[in-house]
């Protein structure tokens, strides 16, 4: 009889066991079948703008926003969106626009506008639009090798390293600035041939405190003789055909202040 015993509980334990992972089966299911009774919305891709030589401006919607997580686009250099460039919306809409840049000139893209539901993803009708061939890098002599200095607001100097600037991808108006700070890190910007400034991106990070976390630069204005940050989160400088260039006032940011507030001049060194 014990061995009986022995035998019937392991089995009826057994049984327990099973038929709780059927339950759980039936569950999933359950849960497969609901998501299959969701109704996908529709979406559209309205209208496409050519922005410069490096974007367009889209402009989309989708029919309902029950179960939408999220929407956005899609830009891609072929047929099938292998490896497309995603654009999503901040906030979720029924009509929505946003401008997606950082594309290479004188190419044609394809693009679709998405909606990523409880269900799955929705995509519109693809559309092509081609961007026009940029002109070339006017002002090459930036390129190379800069001495840079940075003083401090008093006109102090602080900290003396190398810099390189480089073009950014092809990019017509674009450089690639490595080592701001003296950090090693590098940074993007944007330059005006006419009007010979150089702007940094928004929230360039130029260093990492293991306490504090990324360091940017952010642009100082002068008001009522008093330094205070710029609404955006960039540095101008300027610059002349003899390779001198002037980085304005600005402050190395973190999250819990500011580093030190400086002026930097860079000088080309001579190959």
């Not at 392991?10 to 359950?30: F, H, I, N, Q, R």
């Not at 693809?126 to 008093?154: C, V």
């Not at 674009?174 to 150089?198: H, L, M, P, Q, R």
């Given at each position: 009889?014990?061995?009986?015993?022995?035998?019937?509980?392991?089995?009826?334990?057994?049984?327990?066991?099973?038929?709780?992972?059927?339950?759980?089966?039936?569950?999933?299911?359950?849960?497969?079948?609901?998501?299959?009774?969701?109704?996908?919305?529709?979406?559209?891709?309205?209208?496409?703008?050519?922005?410069?030589?490096?974007?367009?401006?889209?402009?989309?919607?989708?029919?309902?926003?029950?179960?939408?997580?999220?929407?956005?686009?899609?830009?891609?250099?072929?047929?099938?969106?292998?490896?497309?460039?995603?654009?999503?919306?901040?906030?979720?809409?029924?009509?929505?626009?946003?401008?997606?840049?950082?594309?290479?000139?004188?190419?044609?893209?394809?693009?679709?506008?998405?909606?990523?539901?409880?269900?799955?993803?929705?995509?519109?009708?693809?559309?092509?639009?081609?961007?026009?061939?940029?002109?070339?890098?006017?002002?090459?002599?930036?390129?190379?090798?800069?001495?840079?200095?940075?003083?401090?607001?008093?006109?102090?100097?602080?900290?003396?390293?190398?810099?390189?600037?480089?073009?950014?991808?092809?990019?017509?108006?674009?450089?690639?600035?490595?080592?701001?700070?003296?950090?090693?890190?590098?940074?993007?910007?944007?330059?005006?041939?006419?009007?010979?400034?150089?702007?940094?991106?928004?929230?360039?990070?130029?260093?990492?405190?293991?306490?504090?976390?990324?360091?940017?630069?952010?642009?100082?204005?002068?008001?009522?003789?008093?330094?205070?940050?710029?609404?955006?989160?960039?540095?101008?400088?300027?610059?002349?055909?003899?390779?001198?260039?002037t980085w304005g006032y600005w402050s190395a940011q973190c999250s819990a202040g500011s580093f030190g507030q400086y002026y930097t001049t860079f000088k080309k060194i001579e190959e």
């Amino acid at each position: 009889m014990k061995n009986i015993f022995k035998t019937l509980i392991p089995c009826l334990a057994l049984s327990v066991a099973l038929t709780g992972c059927y339950d759980e089966m039936d569950d999933k299911d359950v849960v497969e079948a609901g998501f299959a009774t969701i109704a996908a919305p529709t979406v559209s891709l309205n209208n496409v703008t050519v922005d410069g030589y490096e974007g367009f401006t889209l402009e989309g919607a989708v029919s309902s926003l029950e179960n939408v997580l999220e929407v956005g686009f899609m830009v891609a250099s072929d047929a099938e969106f292998s490896n497309p460039t995603i654009a999503t919306v901040s906030e979720t809409a029924a009509n929505f626009t946003l401008a997606v840049t950082g594309l290479k000139d004188d190419a044609s893209y394809y693009i679709r506008t998405y909606a990523y539901t409880k269900g799955g993803m929705v995509f519109s009708e693809a559309k092509t639009a081609a961007l026009p061939k940029a002109p070339e890098f006017a002002d090459t002599y930036l390129f190379g090798t800069y001495a840079a200095a940075d003083y401090t607001t008093a006109g102090t100097l602080d900290y003396e390293y190398q810099v390189t600037i480089e073009q950014k991808n092809g990019l017509w108006n674009k450089v690639s600035i490595s080592n701001i700070w003296g950090y090693g890190k590098t940074i993007t910007a944007t330059v005006d041939f006419e009007k010979k400034t150089i702007t940094s991106d928004p929230y360039s990070v130029i260093y990492i405190d293991s306490t504090y976390g990324d360091t940017w630069t952010w642009g100082l204005s002068v008001v009522d003789g008093k330094l205070v940050k710029n609404e955006e989160c960039v540095v101008v400088a300027t610059y002349d055909e003899e390779g001198n260039i002037t980085w304005g006032y600005w402050s190395a940011q973190c999250s819990a202040g500011s580093f030190g507030q400086y002026y930097t001049t860079f000088k080309k060194i001579e190959e």
